[in-house]
């Protein structure tokens, strides 16, 4: 009785301390409901606190459930389903028996030990969009009745040439350090330069992400914010087609765009927010989400740069700026729609370890990113480069070191490819490798 009415407690607890976090005023002050007089005195106004269950409730909640010893909870039961009883100590066999064929068997009909399709002489059957003759030999002719498939195999001659270029070996050197990997190119001006260049860059691409080791492309950056587009129209008819060429391309990695929302980081200055929508007019936050809502890209890169001094005029610091930027983004919700990253620009040349702790964590710990992306080199206009040099607490954030990705250009190496990447290994779990 003691421990199933503890755990009812701690549900009626857990019920009661759980609000809703939305942007705007959606709970007027006068709501019953409202528990914004729990948040700090800097709160924004747009951030507020709706119980979903009030103390006394949720301790009706526990009392109703731990009453006469737990009646209620013994006599749930759980939603109707087909379940296996293991209690024995072995599991029953579900019914067919798992037979090899059966419609419970994990393997296709005639397939062989290692799940591939068994080819008699003279069949044709399809491997991963190839066909393969009775001998075992893949051959790339047409199958009956389908369209000719247009994406790559790591079988494909050009897979194996990919592998043998500057951009092949650091995926290959990048693989020996179990980094998981993502391609990162800019294909905005090749689509601008007509349909043969972008066609042949995107090849170029999809050669090179066939490989297992790689997870994803990102195939723009700064979209929106630099001078290469000047309409929505464009933008939204660049990120169709590219989506659409590189799903073909290389089917089954992630797709990702890089760019930055200065209005996110106003919080609730909304003269700060009409400025940055007046000076950034196609980064507006519901453009920026359009994409996403449409399914054209997997993961959303939102950029750090402006935070550092880009809004002094409304004596906004680079703080201030930070955390408004991910309050905004959480309560968005846009890690329904993709996966986030934060892209830390900031971090090279002298910076404290609390600077660095705060501005890798931060996103993370409030739950608005899934990873950040860390600059460890930076060039500027004049040619100075820049480089991260708080390494030895970099390594110290061990538990979201999977979440820590490195953005690596393997044509400009600090020593060489190999040592660099061995070196990003101890800090980051991830690398976008740059490529032209």
């Known amino acids: 009785m003691r421990l199933t009415l503890r755990r009812a407690l701690a549900v009626g607890a857990a019920l009661a301390l759980v609000g809703i976090m939305t942007p705007g005023a959606a709970y007027s002050q006068d709501d019953p409901r409202s528990c914004n007089d729990l948040m700090g005195a800097d709160t924004p106004a747009y951030v507020v606190c709706h119980w979903l269950a009030k103390p006394e ?7 109703f459930w731990g009453s006469d010893d737990a009646a209620h909870l013994r006599e749930a039961n759980p939603v109707d389903g087909k379940f296996i009883d293991c209690s024995a100590g072995a599991c029953p066999e579900p019914p067919g028996g798992g037979a090899e064929g059966d ?52 079988q494909d001659p050009a897979v194996a040439a990919a592998a043998l270029t500057p ?48 997870a994803g492309i990102r195939f723009t950056s700064q979209l929106g914010y630099n001078s290469t587009f ?49 000076r950034y007019p196609l980064l507006a936050p519901e453009k920026v989400e359009s994409p996403l809502i449409a399914g054209r ?40 729609l993709a996966q986030i990253a934060a892209e830390e620009t900031g971090l090279v040349g002298q910076v ?12 993370v710990k409030d739950g608005a990113a ?6 460890t080199r930076v060039q500027d206009a004049q040619g100075a480069v820049n480089r991260l040099t708080a390494w030895d ?5 061990t538990p979201i070191q999977r979440r820590l990705a490195a953005v690596y250009d393997p044509a400009n190496p600090e020593v060489d490819v190999t040592t660099d990447l061995k070196k990003l290994s101890e800090a980051f779990g991830q690398i976008y490798l740059a490529t032209t």
Not at 57 to 63: N, R, S
Not at 253 to 277: Q, Y
């Open 393 to 397: 607490q970099l390594k110290k954030l």
């Open 230 to 278: 000047k309409t929505d129209a464009e933008i939204t008819e660049f990120v169709t087609a590219a989506s659409d060429a590189l799903r073909q391309a290389a089917p089954g990695k992630r797709l990702g765009i890089h760019t930055v929302v200065p209005e996110l980081a106003c919080g609730a200055n909304d003269t700060c927010k009409a400025e940055m929508r007046k």
């Open 57 to 63: 409730e949720a301790l009706g909640v526990a009392l």
């Open 370 to 375: 899934q990873q950040v992306n860390v600059w």
């Open 167 to 214: 951009a092949g070996q650091a995926i290959t050197a990048a693989k020996a350090q179990q980094l998981r990997v993502w391609i990162d190119t800019e294909l905005a001006d090749d689509w601008k330069a007509g349909t043969e260049t972008f066609t042949a860059a995107v090849k170029r691409i999809g050669a090179l992400a066939a490989r297992p080791e790689v």
């Open 297 to 336: 890209v997997d993961q959303l890169s939102l950029d750090s740069g402006l935070l550092y001094g880009g809004y002094d005029t409304w004596k906004i610091d680079a703080e201030q700026a930070h955390r408004n930027q991910w309050i905004q983004v959480r309560a968005r919700s846009w890690d329904v």
């Open 352 to 363: 404290t370890d609390e600077q660095l702790a705060s501005r890798l964590s931060v996103p």
């Open 103 to 154: 419609e419970n068997s994990p393997l296709p009909e005639g397939a062989g030990e290692d799940g591939a399709p068994e080819c008699e002489a003279g069949q044709q059957c399809s491997i991963d969009g190839h066909d393969q003759g009775g001998d075992g030999t893949v051959s790339g002719s047409e199958l009956t009745g389908a369209a000719k498939p247009t994406s790559t195999s790591t």
